[in-house]
Nanobody, 123 residues
């Protein structure tokens, strides 16, 4: 039962990058999936979450308009398209699923996490 992120890299400011989270080996039912990031010395930040309960996607203000989450149900993968990257986007990026939380409040509890993938924005 695991999630696996990939796609992290070193990218120049202003550049773009796409991360992927494979759920093909994740055997539990989940009703929300999100992307998080954590920069050194900072708290973990939820940047986007998709809820299957109400079919909504919620973006953090810090990434709204620059990042886009997509789901590939055939490949059982979610991606995170990141544009206009800046140094403040440097972090380890994680995907996570909400399995045991409340369906009345999706995207508030995340139970399973990937190992993370490093994104570094630098010239």
């Amino acid at each position: 039962v695991h999630l696996e992120e990939s796609g992290g890299a070193l990218v120049q400011p202003g550049g773009s990058l796409t991360l992927s989270c494979s759920t093909s080996n994740f055997t539990l039912d989940y009703f929300a999936i999100g992307w998080f990031r954590q920069a050194p010395g900072k708290e973990r930040e939820r940047i986007v979450c998709f809820s299957f309960v109400d079919d909504t996607t919620d973006y953090a203000d810090s990434v709204k308009g620059r990042f886009s989450m997509a789901r590939d149900n055939v490949q059982r993968r979610v991606s995170l398209q990141m544009n206009s990257l800046g140094p403040d986007d440097t972090a380890v990026y994680y995907c996570a699923t909400d399995v045991y939380g409340s369906r009345n409040f999706p995207c508030t509890q995340f139970d399973y996490w990937g190992q993370g993938t490093q994104v570094t924005v630098s010239s």
